[in-house]
C-alpha cells in the first residue's frame, strides 16, 4: 500500500495511490501521521469509493507533516564518510531536524538568501508505525510501518559554522520526502537492497543502494531507542551515499532553476525544483 498526504479543500487529507489517482482515506484534516498516531488499522485505511484525486492534480504534503521526531543518520555509507573526509563513526551519527525544516514532493525549495551552498542527499526515510524505548535490533523491524523517498538537503555554509549541523541541516522546506510512503510488507525486509539514485537537471550524480548502509535500519532504531522513545508517525532519514556537491571539484551546489530528483527502487521518486529566498 502507498500512503500520501495531499491538500484537499485547503485541509490535509490522508489518500491510498489507487491507479493513477489517490483515493482518500480518515477524515479531512487527517495525515497519515495522524491516523499512525491513532493507531488507524487496515480497515481505516481502506480507500473511500467517493472521493478520487488524480495525480497529476494532487497537491502533496509530506506524508507526515509533523513528525515528533524526525531523527537523521550522517555518514551512514563509507563512499560518503571518505568524500567527507571524516573518519568512520563505530556509532550511527545522530542529528534532528525540525518540522518546519522538512518539505514535500513537487515542493519548491528555497536556498536562504545570499547562499551558494545549497547541497542534495538522497536517501530512504524510514516511518515509525509501533513505539518504544529500548527496543531490541532483533524486534527493531516490526516497529516500522513503511517507507519513503528522502532528500536531505543542506545548507553547507550554515552546516560547518560549528561542529554541530543544527543549522545546516533545518533550513525552512529542505527536508523534502515523499510523495508517499510504501508499507513494510511491500518492501524487502529493512528496506535493504534498494538502488537509490539522485539526478541534478537529468544527471545523475549519486547512484548506490541501500544494502551498503553501514549502520542497517534495525540498528538505527536501536540505537535511538536506547535515548529516546520513539513514537508511531516518527521518521528516520536513513543517510546519503557519496556525490553530494560538497565532495566534488569543483563544488557542485544547486542553482535557482534546477530541478532535483532522488528515485528509490520500489518507493517512487521525488522532485523539488529551487528557487531563491523569499
Request: hydrophobic residues 45%; aromatic residues 6%; glycine residues 12%.
Amino acid at each position: 500500500m502507498k500512503l500520501a498526504t495531499i491538500l484537499v479543500d485547503g485541509q490535509p487529507h490522508a489518500a491510498v495511490l489507487d491507479g493513477d489517482a489517490l483515493r482518500l482515506v480518515g477524515a479531512a484534516g487527517q495525515d497519515v501521521g495522524a491516523l499512525l498516531r491513532a493507531g488507524a488499522g487496515g480497515a481505516a485505511l481502506a480507500p473511500s469509493a467517493t472521493r478520487r484525486v488524480a495525480l497529476g492534480e494532487a497537491q502533496f504534503l509530506p506524508p507526515v507533516l509533523e513528525p515528533r521526531k524526525a531523527v537523521c543518520v550522517g555518514l551512514n555509507y563509507a563512499d560518503h564518510t571518505r568524500e567527507s573526509q571524516y573518519e568512520q563513526p563505530a556509532h550511527p551519527t545522530l542529528f534532528l531536524r525540525t518540522a518546519t525544516s522538512l518539505g514535500a514532493h513537487e515542493a519548491l525549495v528555497r536556498r536562504p538568501a545570499g547562499d551558494d551552498s545549497l547541497d542534495f542527499e538522497g536517501e530512504m526515510v524510514v516511518v515509525i508505525g509501533r513505539g518504544g524505548r529500548g527496543i531490541a535490533r532483533a524486534a527493531a523491524l516490526a516497529h516500522v510501518f513503511g517507507y519513503a523517498v528522502g532528500n536531505d538537503i543542506s545548507v553547507r555554509e550554515f552546516q560547518f559554522r560549528s561542529p554541530q549541523w543544527t543549522l545546516g541541516k533545518n533550513v525552512d522546506g529542505t527536508g523534502t520526502w515523499g510523495p508517499w510512503l510504501v508499507t513494510a510488507d511491500e518492501v524487502p525486509a529493512g528496506g535493504a537492497g534498494l538502488a537509490v539514485q539522485t539526478r541534478l537537471n537529468g544527471q545523475v550524480v549519486q547512484s548506490a543502494n541501500t544494502r551498503d548502509m553501514i549502520f542497517d535500519v534495525a540498528t538505527i532504531i536501536a540505537a535511538v531507542s536506547e535515548a529516546m522513545t520513539l513514537e508511531p508517525g516518527d521518521i528516520l532519514f536513513s543517510g546519503t551515499p557519496a556525490g553530494v556537491g560538497m565532495g566534488r571539484t569543483p563544488k557542485l551546489y544547486m542553482q535557482p532553476g534546477d530541478v532535483v530528483e532522488v528515485e528509490i527502487e520500489g518507493l517512487g521518486l521525488l522532485r523539488n525544483r529551487i528557487g531563491e529566498a523569499d
